[in-house]
């Protein structure tokens, strides 16, 4: 089983060049989110959906752009890098909270991104 | 909007040690969620407290929710350096939906001999 799945796990970028980040689960999770974290911010949330289809933003969004084309992969987009945006970004996915389910979050194995 | 907040956000303590992590939240929720995070490496969840007064153990860690409080806490018992890493909170918004969970900002805790 392999969870969530998050490639590439490195990449260095320079200044204003683009790339994709893809997340995968097999869980059939309804929920899937884009953290990034940074020395002493904990994990912030730039995007995340509820759905095939659906995205919206979160506390950090500029920068970024998200695709949930298939409910198994959440795409994170940057469109022109900055070194701003070097960070270690997490994917994870989740249920709902329908029914008597809760929202416990299961984590890929992040991807460390440098911008030059 | 929902705001929580761990304290300390860094702790060393000795081996064999008891200490608390406290996680206080600023509105009403009866879901929170616990993870522990090693050094270079992901999030993995530790537990799940769904309702007031809900404690759960696994090893040397105990951690119970106060729904009333707005506060849970993390109690580490005869700390061994195996428990060194970054332990987060995370609260979810009653039962709204589609609000997303909200961290705590993490308390790194370092375990000396």
């Known amino acids: 089983n392999a969870g969530v799945t998050q490639t590439p796990k490195f990449r260095v970028l320079k200044t204003g060049q683009s790339m994709t980040l893809l997340c995968a689960q097999d869980m059939n999770h309804e929920y899937m989110y884009w953290y990034r974290q940074d020395p002493g911010m904990g994990l912030r949330l730039i995007h995340y959906?509820?759905?095939?289809?659906?995205?919206a933003k979160g506390e950090v969004p500029d920068g970024y752009n998200v695709s949930r084309l298939k409910k198994q992969n959440f795409l994170l987009g940057l469109e022109s890098a900055a070194p701003s945006q070097t960070s270690v970004y997490f994917c994870?996915?989740?249920?709902?909270?329908?029914?008597?389910?809760?929202?416990?979050?299961?984590f890929g194995e992040g991807s460390r991104l440098t911008v030059l | 909007e929902l705001k929580v907040e761990q304290n300390p956000l860094f702790l060393s303590m000795q081996e064999g040690k008891n200490y608390t992590i406290y996680c206080n939240y600023s509105t009403t929720s009866d879901r929170l969620y616990w993870y522990r995070q090693d050094p270079g490496k992901s999030l993995e969840s530790l537990f799940v407290l769904l309702s007031n007064g809900a404690v759960k153990q696994e090893g040397r860690l105990m951690a119970s929710l106060d729904t009333k409080a707005r506060l849970s806490t993390l109690h580490i018992t005869a700390a061994v350096h195996d428990l060194s890493a970054t332990y987060f909170c995370a609260v979810e918004l009653g039962n709204s939906g589609n609000t997303p969970l909200v961290f705590g900002k993490g308390t790194r805790l370092s375990v000396i001999a």
């Open positions: 994870a996915s989740s249920y709902s909270s329908a029914g008597l389910r809760f929202r416990e979050l299961f």
């Open positions: 959906s509820v759905g095939e289809g659906t995205t």
